[in-house]
């Protein structure tokens, strides 16, 4: 992901703000034993690396507000 969309899967700060300063997001899933590796970088560089366990999401888990429904 790039720009916009890499800031959006990145870290917030509890104001609403970005923590991480960042122009590239890459995930790769399963790298490290059954962990998701996000990498992040800012003008070419890498900035920053997490693993996390992933998140196994079902359509069920995904709910729409009062009122509205999920687009197809």
Known sequence: ??????????AWNVNG???LDVD????????IRHQVLYVYAKAGGITHIAAV????????????????????
């Open 1 to 10: 992901m790039a720009n916009d969309a890499a800031r959006e899967y990145a």
């Open 17 to 19: 703000s970005p923590a």
């Open 53 to 72: 366990d992933p998140t196994v999401w079902r359509r069920g888990d995904i709910r729409p507000p009062a009122g509205r429904r999920l687009a197809n």
């Open 24 to 31: 590239y997001l890459m995930l790769y899933a399963n790298i």
